[in-house]
């Protein structure tokens, strides 16, 4: 083992070029975002941002991100955003009920109020599962859906593991501002899709679904 300057200096520049890269996935995932004026670009931007940060964790990222990020981009472009498409109308509900029990003191409401926020938990969980499963796997929209709102389920600690490093996430950058512009999404995804990638892995079966399509 090196444990001289050179090898600590090599551990730094390791370090120094994943962190550049995180920065870069994350103005590659805002510019993908805008591209497809938020609506239609999110979900697209998000799945390719996954997929690179996988390859990032693997250490095969490759010399060419902004190439490979667009191919993804757009080769799921369609397919992402039929899969998206029921967390929109799920955040748009949401959002209205809990518009319309605003104002409120009574039991009932605060009921109305604190299921509205498991609700909404669980659709956070399901949209981070399914962008997840859109970047390791190519499969139908209603099957995306199946797992997406399943597997959080069936799967209470990586639930509670994805919760968590949210919440930490949040906390960090409500503290410190600056990094929001450099890793506010790239962040959340590397740690969702680590904690979802190695769940999906275990529950792989010989009849997997198509994988996703690489970029070249």
Request: net charge positive.
């Amino acid at each position: 083992m090196n444990d001289g300057p050179m090898g600590w200096a090599g551990r730094v520049m390791e370090w120094l070029a994943f962190a550049t890269r995180m920065v870069l996935i994350n103005l590659l995932f805002a510019a993908g975002t805008l591209a497809g004026l938020v609506l239609l670009g999110l979900f697209p931007a998000a799945v390719a941002a996954t997929t690179m940060l996988a390859r990032l964790r693997a250490g095969a990222a490759g010399d060419h991100l902004v190439r490979d990020f667009i191919t993804v981009y757009r080769s799921q472009f369609w397919h992402t955003n039929r899969v998206g498409g029921i967390f929109w109308g799920a955040g748009v509900v949401l959002f209205l009920n809990v518009l319309t029990m605003q104002g409120g003191n009574s039991p009932v409401h605060a009921a109305l109020l604190l299921l509205a926020g498991v609700a909404g938990t669980a659709t956070l969980l399901a949209a981070f599962t399914a962008i997840a499963t859109c970047s390791r796997y190519r499969d139908s929209v209603s099957r995306t859906w199946r797992t997406a709102f399943l597997l959080p389920l069936v799967s209470p600690l990586m639930s509670v593991g994805l919760l968590v490093s949210l919440v930490l996430l949040a906390g960090v950058f409500s503290g410190l501002t600056v990094l929001v512009p450099l890793v506010g999404a790239s962040a959340p995804l590397l740690a969702s899709g680590w904690l979802l990638e190695r769940r999906l892995q275990r529950l792989a079966a010989p009849t997997a679904v198509e994988p996703a399509v690489s970029a070249a």
